[in-house]
Structure formats: C-alpha cells, structure tokens
C-alpha cells in the first residue's frame, strides 16, 4: 500500500526560529518522488520542495530543507529561521512513479504551524 | 507567467444538483489533475487528464466525471449532489511526463457546499 503518514496534527514555533514537521511514508516501489506543499487559510496549495527517490543529495530551497532518510522511509521537512507569513497547513505527499499512477499524489493528512511572534 | 486559475471560487448548490467546475492550467502544461479536500477525508485524488484523455482515475463514484479540452483546459462535472460532496476542490497542473519530477503547480480551489 503506498501511505504518508503525518503524526504531527500541529505545531508551535517561536519565530526566527528552526522547525521540523515529520513525514514518513510507505511503498514497495523503487522509484517515487515525495514533495512538501504549503496551504495558507485561503486554500491554495504552494509546491515548496522536492525529493527523488535516487537523488543522494538532501534537497534544499532557501529556508527549505528536506531531511531524507531513505531505510527508514522519511522525509522531514525541515524549515529555518521562521518568519510569521509561514504559519500554514503543510502536505507531505509522494507520487509513484509508473504508468498506474500518473498525475496522482498521494497526501498525509497534514500538520498545521503556527510561528509566534 | 500565469498560474493555474480555477472558477469559480465558491458554489452553493443543493442536493440533487449537477455542478461544473473548471480549470486552466498553466500554459503548456498538458496534464490536469482534480484533487478533492475535506476536513474528514483529507486530499484525495479523483482523477488526471493528458492530452484530452483521462490517464488515471482514483476511487470515486461515477458521478464524478471530467473531460480536457484541445487547449488543456479540464473541467469536472459532479452529478446528483450529495451533502457528502461538500469540499475543496484543486485542480493542478503539471508538464505530465510519466516519470517526471516536475512538481504539481495548484489553483486557488473551488468551494463547493451542498445544502
């Protein structure tokens, strides 16, 4: 079955401070690729970041980082110097790769941050 | 460079009711995906269109129906509205290589509620 699971239903982060919301996920398949989405209150879904399965190199975008522990089957994000506009729902979500799951992303059910000032 | 652009933003209907909803995607980007959000079921997919064919498709009803169009744009029509239906509807868009790991790019949703 291919799962993400996110145990993380919210989180608290004093601002200009360092967070790191858990995603671990589960399928057989050797070749995947796992994203983390960004979703303010008004409901649009912001691509942050990207990992492929056979990439060696941890993935970074500006304060984004994605801790990728393939054995262990997790990818955290990993989110530096916190700033109050980051305050959000964030999806980790995976897609397989194969002709049976084109266009598809399979989602976690999210983890809510909240930055205080 | 213009984003995926989904209309309309918010739709109240009652049960019974057939809705459309539309899509366009990010220019040159033939693969459209429909993803269905709510509180107690999370994001699900419903189904991809690439190349005005559908590709994939998720477990849905049948009353959940979708086409794409010469120019990319996709629409998905829900027929015999239930109150179960009621959701965040996000269409994404994306190059729609097989293999790709090019990133989905999302609308904003559209809001449907059935009353």
């Known amino acids: 079955a291919q799962k993400i699971t996110q145990t993380q239903p919210g989180m608290f982060v004093q601002e200009k401070e360092a967070v790191t919301l858990d995603c671990t996920y589960d399928?057989?398949?050797?070749?995947?690729?796992l994203f983390w989405y960004k979703q303010p209150s008004s409901g649009e879904m912001i691509f942050l970041i990207y990992q492929g399965s056979y990439d060696e190199q941890n993935a970074t975008e500006g304060r984004y980082s994605l801790n990728f522990q393939k054995a262990r089957k997790s990818a955290n994000l990993v989110i530096s110097a916190s700033q109050l506009g980051d305050s959000a729902m964030y999806f980790c979500?995976?897609?397989?790769?194969?002709?049976?799951?084109?266009?598809?992303?399979?989602f976690g059910q999210g983890t809510t941050l909240q930055v205080k000032p | 460079k213009a984003g995926v652009t989904q209309t309309p933003r918010y739709l109240i209907k009652t049960r019974g009711q057939q809705v459309t909803l539309s899509c366009s995607p990010i220019s040159g980007h033939r693969s459209v995906s429909w993803y269905q959000q709510t509180p107690g079921q999370g994001l699900q997919f419903l189904f991809e269109?690439?190349?005005?064919?559908?590709?994939n498709k998720g477990n849905f009803p049948g009353r959940f129906s979708g086409r794409q169009f010469s120019n990319s744009r996709s629409e998905m029509n829900v027929s015999t509205l239930e109150l179960g239906d009621s959701a965040l509807y996000l269409c994404?868009?994306?190059?729609?290589?097989?293999?790709?790991?090019?990133?989905?790019?999302f609308g904003d949703g559209t809001r449907l509620s059935i009353l």
């Open positions: 979500a995976m897609r397989v790769h194969g002709s049976s799951n084109t266009g598809k992303l399979i």
């Open positions: 269109y690439f190349s005005e064919t559908q590709r």
């Open positions: 994404a868009s994306s190059w729609g290589d097989r293999d790709s790991n090019q990133p989905q790019h």
């Open positions: 399928t057989s398949d050797q070749s995947y690729g």
